[in-house]
């Protein structure tokens, strides 16, 4: 997959533009080190730090050397590696933040590992990922996931039970999970519009009419808070 070139086509109008609650229960309660595995253009981050920046310390890590480059321009350290292998010692943070990224990898489970590798003994976890729900459906098609919210997935789980199984199974203890609607700005729909048609895509975050949301059908954002046991 040449992530630059889907960074380029996909602009990533609907990131975090705020601290997810159970994220924010905990780094409330907290303080250390965190790591955004696929950190995007930055708008997690930009709300971390604006909430966080006296508490925790951030770093970012992307496939993708143009989103990197974006984050970075955003003021955030940022590590890169397209091959999707993240260069850090184990047990580096304290707590390992993923949003999105588990159903685009080829192995879920080593993923997960690799995610409970970096954090401490002790320290968290925290994931997300979309959840299809019976008769959820999407306009886009991966020829491995059938019709998806994104063509790079390579699975979408079709219940909270299987993504906190997964979690589980690999090293990690669920302590709090929260399944929400998914909805996506009517940016998203120009942005496809604008594909069909050949048009550079806008790079500024949405405001306004395009900042509302629209909820995707039967699709769900599973949360997971997870502990790496002592």
């Known amino acids: 997959m040449d992530w630059d070139r889907y960074a380029d086509t996909y602009r990533q109008v609907e990131d975090e533009a705020i601290v997810p609650r159970l994220l924010k229960r905990l780094m409330d309660a907290s303080s250390g080190s965190l790591l955004d ?38 003021g955030h350290a940022v590590l890169v590696s397209p091959d999707g292998v993240v260069p850090v010692p184990d047990g580096e943070f304290d707590l390992v933040v993923t949003c999105h990224v588990i159903e685009h990898v080829p192995d879920a489970d080593a993923y997960v590992r690799d995610l409970a590798r970096m954090v401490r003994p002790g320290g968290h976890v925290y994931l997300e990922t979309p959840v299809k729900l019976p008769g959820g459906w999407y306009f886009r098609r991966n020829p491995e996931a059938g019709w998806v919210l994104d063509p790079t997935h390579v699975r979408e789980y079709r219940s909270a039970a299987a993504v906190n199984e997964v979690v589980e199974r690999n090293g990690l203890e669920v302590i709090d999970d929260e399944l929400t609607p998914i909805a996506f700005p009517l940016a998203a729909a120009e942005g496809v519009v604008r594909r069909l048609l050949h048009r550079s895509q806008p790079t500024s975050r949405p405001t306004g009419l395009r900042a509302m949301e629209i909820k995707i059908p039967r699709y769900r954002q599973q949360a997971v808070l997870a502990r790496r046991p002592e």
């Open 37 to 74: 595995v696929g950190c995007g253009e930055g708008a997690l981050m930009d709300a971390l730090r604006a909430s966080y920046a006296d508490r925790w310390k951030l770093l970012g890590f992307e496939v993708s050397h143009k989103r990197a480059e974006i984050t970075r321009a955003r």
